[in-house]
């Protein structure tokens, strides 16, 4: 059964930085690009950034990059996301997603196949 986990959500200020981290179980994805993607109440799920197998390669949305990184250890089948002078405009459930093959539409949703649970992030003004 595979199963992906994220933890490191929480409350934190306008300026302040939190660390997202999902652990995969079940299978491996080493050999997958692995993405984040978020969601705010009201709006429609997504894309936050993405990294292929090896981690040479990272994809951000336009509205977090320079403030977020993406990283992974294929070693522990973990990908984080270092998040940066948050704003409140950052405020959802951030989840974590991989595929169960390569793809190429990374920043697609539906591309993924499993998902965690979700992590809340909530940014104080």
């Known amino acids: 059964q595979v199963q992906l986990v994220e933890s490191g959500g929480g409350l934190v200020q306008a300026g302040g930085s939190l660390r997202l981290s999902c652990a995969a179980s079940?299978?491996?994805?080493?050999?997958?690009?692995m993405g984040w993607f978020r969601q705010a109440p009201g709006k429609e799920r997504e894309f936050v950034a993405a990294?292929?197998?090896?981690?040479?390669?990272?994809y951000y949305a336009d509205s977090v990059k320079g403030r977020f990184t993406i990283s992974r250890d294929n070693a522990k089948n973990t990908v984080s996301l270092q998040m940066n002078s948050l704003k409140p405009e950052d405020t959802a459930v951030y989840y974590c997603?991989?595929?169960?093959?390569?793809?190429?539409?990374?920043?697609?949703?539906?591309?993924?196949?499993?998902w965690g649970q979700g992590t809340q992030v909530t940014v104080s003004s």
């Open positions: 990294i292929s197998w090896s981690g040479v390669n990272t």
């Open positions: 079940g299978r491996t994805f080493r050999w997958y690009t």
């Open positions: 997603a991989a595929p169960g093959r390569s793809i190429s539409r990374w920043s697609d949703g539906n591309e993924y196949d499993y």
